[in-house]
Each structure stands twice: as structure tokens, then as C-alpha cells.
């Protein structure tokens, strides 16, 4: 595609259930992230993927959170029983190379009430 | 502990005039920042960056500076533009084997105003 694509664009979940969270990255991109943004504080590493491997999984916050990438393409990023203090954006990005410059969707809007 | 840091929340301009955007960080190990400007209900996108090795890069009406030795970069936007309002946001990126990984401020929101 032209650009990162995610969704949903916008998730309300109850305490407790579990979310998916899909990234379509741009094609050909080998490289994908997956970082978060909290109320009123910078981006957060989450988790990074070459390829279908994820070599560096350190920014997940617990256990309940785990993401997969499948045909060097899509990913998704599973939270299970989902808390309050999961609410964030969650922001996908991808490119072409490790450490170049990352092309970002337009996130999903998590909010647990 | 937050190893980049923009310590102004927001700015406001006027039209025409000079915007500067400050960003400081504490990791001596990051050779490469990054300038991404974000739009509400939008991702951030790469406006401008700048490696290690230099201490000045300019895209049109974008310039980046750099101090190593003070650890510190700033953004100029000039002449701003009503159409520059956004949330600014400096990244850093680590030497050696984390490469992969931005480090990112919490963001600057300018407003110019026309």
C-alpha cells in the first residue's frame, strides 16, 4: 500500500478483554515497530520485528502483551485483560532498512474503560 | 529517566516570524536525531534529520542544529507558516547494536498564528 495502515482507528474495550490491534506496513519495509503514546508523554518503544523475527520484544510493559508478524508483512499486537493504564495510542511504523527512517500509520486509539 | 527531553510544551509565533524548537538529551551514546512533526488523529511523519558527525542540516525552510558538546538540537522553521502547527516531536537513535530503536521527547505543540 501506499503507506502504514492500521486498525481499528479506534478501540473501546471493558476491563478485562482482550484486544488485537493490526498493522499493514508499506510493502516491501522489512523492518516494523510498534511504539505507544500515553496522554501527555512522548513515544514508547514497544517491540521490533526484521522480517517475521522479533529480536527485541524489551519495550513490551507485561505479559500480556505480545505481538507476531506474519509473511514479512502484516503484524498484530494482542493485549490480553486489558487495564486502564493500557489506554494509549498505539503507533505502527515500518521501514525499509533497521534504524532508517520510520514511516508511522496513523495509530489506534486505545481506551479501557 | 528520560534521555531526551523538550522542555517547552508548547510555542506560539507569529506568521512570518522565526519558530525554534529545543531538544536535549543525556545519552552520549545516540549518532543520529530525528525531527518528526505529528498532526492530530495523524502518525508522525519524518520532517528532518541530522547524523553525529555534523552540526548543521537544512531542508528549505527547516534547519537543524546541532551541539554535542552541550548535548542539545533545535529545529528553526523559517518563515513559519499557519500550516507548521503540529506537535514537533525530537528523536534519537543509539550507536551500535539497538540501532533499530528511537528515542523519543514528549513533544513540542506549536501554534502559529496568522
Known amino acids: 500500500g501506499a503507506g502504514v495502515s492500521q486498525s481499528p482507528s479506534n478501540k473501546v474495550t471493558e476491563k478485562g478483554k482482550d484486544v488485537e490491534l493490526r498493522c499493514d506496513p508499506i510493502?516491501?519495509?522489512?523492518?516494523l515497530y510498534w511504539y505507544r503514546q500515553r496522554l501527555g508523554q512522548g513515544l514508547e518503544f514497544l517491540i521490533y520485528f526484521q522480517g517475521n523475527s522479533a529480536p527485541d520484544k524489551s519495550g513490551l510493559p507485561s505479559d500480556r502483551f505480545s505481538a507476531e508478524r506474519t509473511g514479512e508483512s502484516v503484524s498484530t499486537l494482542t493485549i490480553q485483560r486489558t487495564q486502564q493504564e493500557d489506554s494509549a495510542v498505539y503507533l505502527c511504523a515500518s521501514s525499509v532498512l533497521q534504524g532508517e527512517k520510520l514511516f508511522f500509520g496513523s495509530g489506534t486509539q486505545l481506551s479501557v474503560l | 529517566d528520560q534521555q531526551v527531553k523538550q522542555n517547552s510544551p508548547s510555542l506560539s509565533v507569529q506568521e512570518g516570524r522565526i519558530s525554534i524548537l529545543n531538544c536535549d538529551y543525556t545519552n552520549s551514546m545516540f549518532d543520529y536525531f530525528l525531527w518528526y512533526k505529528k498532526y492530530p488523529a495523524e502518525g508522525p511523519t519524518f520532517l528532518i534529520s541530522i547524523s553525529s558527525i555534523k552540526d548543521k542540516n537544512e531542508d528549505g525552510r527547516f534547519t537543524v542544529f546541532l551541539n554535542k558538546s552541550a548535548k542539545h538540537l533545535s529545529l528553526h522553521i523559517v518563515p513559519s507558516q499557519p500550516g507548521d502547527s503540529a506537535v514537533y516531536f525530537c528523536?534519537?537513535?543509539?550507536?551500535?547494536?539497538?540501532?533499530?530503536?528511537?528515542?523519543f521527547g514528549k513533544g513540542t505543540l506549536l501554534t502559529v498564528n496568522p
Open positions: 510493502s516491501g519495509h522489512t523492518a
Open positions: 528523536a534519537a537513535r543509539n550507536r551500535g547494536g539497538s540501532n533499530y530503536k528511537l528515542t
